[in-house]
């Protein structure tokens, strides 16, 4: 289906390169699942239970997510070429939700702390999209518009063709992923409160694929000039911001966690506005796509801030604020 995508023979097959790199991803994600888990005989026997059920689940998932909601699919949709994988077509946010079920599925079956064990998946799975992320290079997927600016087109970030330079979108979330799983680990031993690390990769996770999300012009489940998995990305960051705010109002403390409960709830509508009024401009408009993209990183740096100063102030890491 995709005749752009790099493949090779392998044992007599034609297989897709880009999907030794999910592999590749895969086994990543589990050494590091494990290492994190290995000191702990609750979260080990539930590391290996989620290393069986995740990549199971999020291949269900991320072919499922993408049959349903990918337009240009839904003429051949159908029980046949939804389970005919070679046809090719996954979602990553489809990978991720099913690899999130596979780790509650672990923790149920080893009654094992659910936090406790999604402490430690959630970098494994940011592992796995560094690598994911790197095998989209041997795809058609995961390039920007024509780069317009000149700024980056003879940089390693830029892909040349017989017309246009286009920006490597899928090299810049590899690197963001890289950097969230590293920084996820450095503060894992500093956490003080279960589930911190988690909500931590799923802020920023979310936050930084909602730029690059953007950034990405390649049709892949896109809507107009919106594509689903920006949205998802979006409620991602919005649902957290939300949990933390009311575990914020519902803890004693003093005035000021009261008021940062509140100043976050009340900035996510107008977060949300801006990023769409900035998207219909850089769609639409004739805006310089460099201070298009400058406010578009300055109004996702609000969430990203308050999300931090809640998880702060709910105990995450260090003592709790009273």
């Not at 949990?243 to 000021?256: D, E, F, N, T």
């Amino acid at each position: 289906m995709y005749d752009d995508a790099l493949t090779i023979n392998l044992f007599g097959q034609t297989v897709y390169v880009y999907g030794l790199y999910v592999a590749a991803g895969c086994l990543l994600a589990c050494m590091v699942l494990w290492l994190l888990s290995r000191r702990d005989a609750k979260l080990r026997d539930a590391a290996a239970v989620s290393s069986l059920f995740s990549p199971i689940l999020g291949l269900v998932f991320a072919r499922l997510l993408w049959a349903f909601t990918e337009v240009q699919f839904a003429p051949l949709l159908s029980t046949r070429h939804v389970l005919f994988l070679r046809l090719g077509g996954f979602s990553m946010f489809g990978a991720l939700a099913g690899a999130l079920v596979g780790g509650l599925v672990a923790a149920r079956i080893t009654r094992c702390s659910l936090p406790s064990l999604l402490d430690r998946l959630v970098p494994a799975l940011l592992a796995f999209v560094a690598i994911a992320r790197l095998g989209e290079g041997t795809t058609a997927l995961g390039i920007s518009r024509p780069l317009v600016t000149g700024l980056l087109d003879n940089t390693f970030l830029a892909l040349q063709d017989d017309y246009d330079a286009y920006l490597r979108t899928y090299l810049l979330e590899s690197m963001g992923a890289a950097v969230l799983c590293a920084v996820a680990l450095l503060r894992l031993p500093r956490t003080t409160r279960p589930g911190g690390i988690a909500l931590f990769g799923g802020l920023g996770f979310g936050i930084t694929q909602t730029l690059f999300e953007s950034l990405r012009y390649d049709g892949h489940l896109r809507f107009s000039f919106i594509g689903l998995q920006q949205v998802l990305a979006a409620l991602l960051f919005t649902v957290i911001i939300i949990v933390l705010a009311k575990q914020l109002l519902r803890s004693p403390g003093h005035q000021g966690n009261r008021l940062l409960a509140i100043v976050s709830l009340a900035a996510l509508p107008l977060c949300w506005a801006a990023v769409l009024g900035i998207e219909f401009m850089i769609d639409r408009s004739e805006m310089s796509k460099l201070i298009s993209y400058a406010l578009y990183i300055l109004v996702l740096c609000v969430p990203m801030v308050l999300g931090l100063q809640l998880l702060s102030r709910n105990g995450y890491y260090g003592k709790r604020d009273r």
